[in-house]
């Protein structure tokens, strides 16, 4: 095999372990230089243009770039965010809708035995919510058992600006008020604290401990502050198709390190409370949005026994602005994160498997 042949090989290998079929490569090619060009980098930086002694280090290399120039602004670091000129906008829409995260992705069949929603910030969730209630009221949908994907994890941080704090989930002040109402014993409205905390004079200036110092507040005593798992359970309460089903919740607990309960965990923890739902042959439809279905899908399979059928949908993106490219720039990074923990994953095990099976041989 030429020298040429074999880099070809090489970078085939890198994009199919990545989760892109062969079809898919110049696209990812496409993407690569598209962030190039919006980061103001030179050509040569582009990790998909060198040559690598085998697919692991090109994987490396590209996960590597993709974790510095492709998350969204707030996860990255030390880089300013990218302006996207119109013809770059255009490209990326492109791109992403062959990729198949722009348009609408929807049921394939009538009956399933789980309907998993993901959660997400409000606006996400009701969006999901008000999907599941579409399929669920739908009397040629069979559903035998609904499950919302929850988590412990605090809904903050809160929005500051300038002197002014705000809720990002509007939903935070009803289910306060719903608490504090029943703490007080006496009707507290949802606009009552609203303007308690954007008067509040706080002491913090990084948005995390300011969050830390209104829950803390003595106006708030008492009073369990809401979660994730709270929000999305506030917004299926909001709709009647969901006043007779049963519904399973998840409320995946916080980590001993600080690390958020992602998509990866709250699945594993679905899995491990409800084995029964998610055995072999079991259909499972995941109800998602644009432009993260084909990360959920990649990171749900992961985390879901073998022979599980999986089906991700979602909602299309109505509009592909600026910062909807971005969303999907991000997403498309996550979606090669995941895939390259999963080989080193499955790397590290087989050296396992091996050292063993050698033990056991000399043991003999």
């Given at each position: 095999?030429?020298?040429?042949?074999?880099?070809?090989n090489?970078k085939?290998k890198?994009?199919?372990?990545?989760g892109?079929?062969s079809?898919?490569s110049?696209?990812?090619d496409?993407l690569?230089?598209?962030?190039?060009t919006m980061?103001?980098?030179?050509?040569?930086?582009?990790?998909s243009?060198k040559?690598y002694?085998?697919?692991?280090?090109?994987?490396?290399?590209?996960?590597?770039?993709?974790?510095?120039?492709?998350?969204r602004a707030?996860?990255?670091?030390?880089?300013?965010?990218?302006?996207?000129s119109?013809?770059n906008?255009?490209?990326?829409?492109?791109?992403?809708?062959?990729?198949?995260?722009?348009d609408?992705?929807?049921?394939?069949?009538?009956?399933?035995d789980?309907?998993?929603?993901?959660?997400?910030?409000?606006?996400?969730?009701?969006?999901?919510?008000?999907?599941?209630?579409?399929?669920?009221?739908n009397p040629?949908?069979?559903?035998?058992?609904?499950?919302?994907l929850?988590?412990?994890?605090?809904l903050w941080?809160?929005?500051?600006?300038?002197?002014s704090?705000?809720?990002?989930e509007?939903?935070?002040?009803?289910?306060?008020?719903?608490?504090?109402?029943?703490?007080?014993?006496?009707?507290v409205s949802?606009?009552?604290?609203?303007n308690f905390?954007?008067?509040?004079?706080?002491?913090e200036?990084?948005?995390?401990?300011?969050?830390?110092e209104?829950a803390?507040?003595?106006?708030?005593?008492?009073?369990?502050?809401?979660?994730?798992?709270?929000l999305?359970?506030?917004?299926?309460?909001e709709?009647p198709?969901?006043?007779?089903e049963?519904?399973?919740?998840?409320?995946?607990?916080?980590?001993?390190?600080?690390s958020?309960?992602?998509?990866?965990?709250?699945?594993?923890?679905?899995?491990?409370?409800?084995?029964?739902?998610?055995v072999?042959?079991?259909?499972?439809?995941?109800?998602?949005s644009?432009?993260?279905?084909?990360?959920?899908k990649?990171?749900?399979?992961?985390?879901?026994?073998?022979?599980?059928?999986?089906?991700?949908?979602?909602?299309?993106?109505?509009?592909?602005t600026p910062?909807?490219?971005m969303?999907?720039?991000?997403?498309?990074?996550?979606?090669v994160?995941?895939?390259?923990?999963?080989?080193?994953?499955?790397?590290k095990?087989?050296?396992?498997f091996?050292?063993?099976?050698?033990?056991?041989?000399?043991?003999?």
């Open positions: 095999m030429d020298t040429k042949e074999n880099i070809k090489i085939q890198a994009y199919n372990t990545l892109f079929s079809d898919e110049e696209l990812v496409c690569l230089r598209s962030l190039i980061n103001g980098l030179d050509a040569g930086q582009n990790p243009l040559h002694e085998n697919e692991a280090v090109m994987m490396a290399q590209i996960n590597a770039f993709l974790q510095r120039y492709a998350l707030g996860e990255r670091t030390d880089i300013k965010q990218p302006i996207i119109d013809e906008l255009a490209s990326l829409e492109e791109v992403f809708t062959k990729l198949g995260m722009v609408a992705i929807c049921p394939s069949r009538r009956d399933y789980v309907a998993l929603c993901y959660g997400a910030p409000e606006v996400g969730v009701r969006q999901r919510v008000g999907d599941l209630a579409k399929i669920v009221s040629s949908f069979k559903i035998k058992n609904i499950v919302v929850g988590a412990d994890r605090k941080p809160l929005k500051k600006t300038g002197k704090i705000s809720f990002p509007p939903i935070l002040y009803d289910i306060l008020a719903e608490r504090l109402s029943a703490r007080d014993g006496k009707e949802a606009e009552e604290i609203k905390v954007l008067n509040m004079d706080t002491k200036t990084a948005v995390e401990k300011i969050s830390e209104v803390v507040h003595p106006y708030f005593k008492g009073i369990k502050w809401p979660n994730e798992t709270d999305i359970l506030a917004v299926i309460k709709n198709v969901f006043e007779k049963q519904i399973t919740v998840v409320r995946t607990p916080d980590f001993p390190d600080g958020r309960a992602n998509t990866g965990r709250t699945v594993h923890f679905a899995v491990m409370q409800n084995p029964k739902l998610f072999p042959g079991a259909t499972v439809l995941a109800i998602s644009q432009p993260f279905i084909r990360n959920q990649t990171v749900t399979l992961q985390n879901l026994p073998n022979a599980v059928n999986l089906e991700v949908v979602g909602e299309e993106i109505k509009k592909f910062k909807q490219a969303i999907c720039i991000d997403s498309f990074a996550r979606t994160h995941a895939n390259f923990s999963h080989y080193k994953e499955n790397e095990m087989k050296k396992l091996v050292a063993d099976l050698m033990w056991e041989q000399k043991a003999r």
